[in-house]
């Protein structure tokens, strides 16, 4: 049977692997020069740099998928510490228990606060410690609904739990506790993503410190690995293949368009950005209902960031003396600017920073003498189309 894979990230690239092993004819079309999506990083003169994700969490259910494609071992995975700074405080805590203490160190007048909020999160934090193991769906058969009636019942004592916060944003979740205008509340609501759901507070204080996870040899490096895995094995990868349309005849799915040329498939895949698979490449909409639509149209598929990449003349040891560990959060001075308001040319002026150096994570991906440094800062996505003046593109200038 043939199956088009639509992107090559960790997800198209995975699911090819399995797919190839199990006898599937197998084509992946990615619109880029190279795999990875968000895995994905790049060299320039020597110099190694992420221009994706950074970290990922949930290493038992990748280990496990690594293992079922055949390649267990092949890529070294190592722990990703975080520095975090501020105004109260510059630490690098290695625990829930350590992070907890350095906020009630840098704030002793919020102790009650404090530790009210820390009772909520640490439910959050357990709760979200019994994901810790491979998913369900990452097994067939009888193991798969055996797992996933396990996985359903030990979590039914703590759904009131969760239903009580799901519906909760950060901030919403955090003034129950602080004042709106304190530092505590702005620096506890800029720990992780514009409005994000409070549950993801257990993401923050657990699984950050417990199962945050990079690779050795730089994220790219794995996409290539399971790329060449997955050729290796039979598996058709097109780069610079741009796909501009799914076909459906009867409502059914039956392959893709690209260059104007049709490639029949009895399954397609779409492992890319689910918003344009949905609003712009699915050329028949009819199961989706139009609140639905609306819906996607207003969503977002991920948060920007505004990133400078650097190589520096600076030895890694160097570097390793200032910076202390590869990833630093440099939280931001007034984070109660408003996110979205793309017009805010102020903005980035108070935003938090986070600086990142993969030649700390492995010397071999930065020329000898000499070290990499990357500056990120989450930015409203619109930023670009309000800030560029009249004359066009002369902010480049």
Not at 164 to 181: C, G, N
């Amino acid at each position: 049977m043939r199956v088009i894979i639509i992107g090559s990230g960790l997800s198209g690239l995975i699911a090819g692997n399995l797919l190839v092993r199990k006898g599937y004819d197998v084509t992946i079309f990615e619109s880029h020069s190279a795999p990875g999506g968000y895995t994905a990083g790049f060299w320039r003169k020597g110099f190694y740099f992420e221009s994706g994700t950074l970290s990922f969490e949930d290493s038992a259910s990748i280990n496990k998928m690594m293992s079922d494609i055949g390649l267990d071992g092949k890529v070294e995975f190592i722990k990703q510490r975080t520095r975090f700074i501020s105004d109260y405080f510059d630490a690098v805590p290695e625990s829930n228990t350590e992070l907890k203490e350095m906020f009630l160190s840098a704030f002793p007048l919020e102790k009650k606060g404090l530790n009210s909020f820390f009772r909520v999160t640490d439910r959050m934090v357990r709760f979200l410690d019994t994901f810790n193991k491979p998913m369900p769906a990452l097994y067939s058969g009888g193991e798969e609904k055996l797992r996933k009636l396990k996985f359903i019942l030990s979590r039914l004592p703590s759904l009131f739990f969760f239903k009580k916060y799901q519906s909760l944003t950060v901030k919403e979740f955090t003034a129950q506790y602080f004042d709106k205008e304190s530092d505590i509340f702005n620096i506890l609501t800029g720990l992780g993503y514009p409005d994000m759901c409070s549950f993801l507070y257990g993401g923050v204080f657990g699984t950050i410190l417990s199962d945050y996870q990079t690779v050795k040899t730089g994220m790219q490096s794995w996409a290539d690995i399971l790329a060449e895995n997955f050729t290796k094995n039979g598996g058709r990868l097109n780069l610079n293949s741009y796909v501009e349309r799914i076909d459906t005849r009867f409502g059914i799915v039956n392959g893709v368009t690209r260059n104007g040329k049709s490639f029949i498939a009895d399954f397609v895949l779409s492992c890319s950005d689910y918003k344009k698979t949905i609003l712009k490449l699915l050329d028949d909409k009819i199961p989706f209902r139009p609140h639905e639509i609306k819906a996607l149209e207003r969503a977002n598929v991920s948060e920007s960031f505004f990133t400078v990449y650097l190589g520096l003349d600076l030895n890694v040891e160097e570097l390793q003396k200032i910076m202390k560990v590869p990833h630093v959060l440099l939280l931001g001075k007034n984070l109660s600017r408003n996110f979205f308001d793309a017009s805010d040319r102020d903005f980035f002026r108070d935003s938090t920073v986070t600086l990142y150096s993969p030649s700390l994570i492995n010397p071999k991906l930065s020329p000898e003498g000499r070290s990499s440094l990357m500056l990120q800062a989450m930015s409203p996505h619109k930023w670009m189309d309000n800030w560029v003046p009249a004359t066009g593109r002369d902010i480049l200038n």
